[in-house]
């Protein structure tokens, strides 16, 4: 997993500059918490911090903004703070992860580094407008 960020120049043509300022999980002689089976979501929070959800082994787990593991959050399950299928992530602007769990039917919102805060049921009609129930 490489981030890479994109410069644009103001010319009569436009010419992208790519720089790599950090790789993450391609060195499988680092622990399992650096390595990814499905990555499929990422995002940063007010502090670098870098979360990555890791869709295949129902995780999301935390980086610092020199690439160092942090923690993880999450395992497979139906528990509280458990998913079976993250199907979105984001972190918002109060630095809340919000994550969406598609097979449990639930939006949960965890603190900065975890602790979950509070679950949110999704219902049926939330997903579908109710001429198709």
């Not at 994109?6 to 992208?16: D, F, G, K, N, R």
């Not at 680092?30 to 502090?47: Q, V």
């Not at 990555?52 to 999301?60: E, G, L, M, P, T």
């Not at 769990?101 to 109710?130: K, V």
């Amino acid at each position: 997993f490489t981030f890479c960020f994109v410069t644009l120049t103001q010319a009569q043509t436009i010419s992208p500059k790519l720089t790599f300022d950090l790789t993450l999980g391609d060195d499988e002689s680092k622990p399992e918490a650096y390595l990814f089976a499905s990555p499929t979501f990422i995002s940063t929070d007010s502090r670098n911090n870098i979360f990555v959800a890791d869709r295949n082994s129902a995780k999301i787990r935390i980086f610092n903004e020199q690439g160092e593991f942090v923690k993880t959050i999450g395992a497979r399950g139906q528990g509280p703070g458990e998913f079976l299928d993250i199907t979105s992530m984001v972190i918002d602007n109060q630095d809340d992860l919000i994550v969406v769990d598609h097979f449990n039917m639930r939006i949960t919102r965890f603190s900065n580094m975890g602790l979950q805060i509070e679950t949110y049921p999704i219902s049926i009609s939330a997903r579908f407008p109710s001429s198709l129930q």
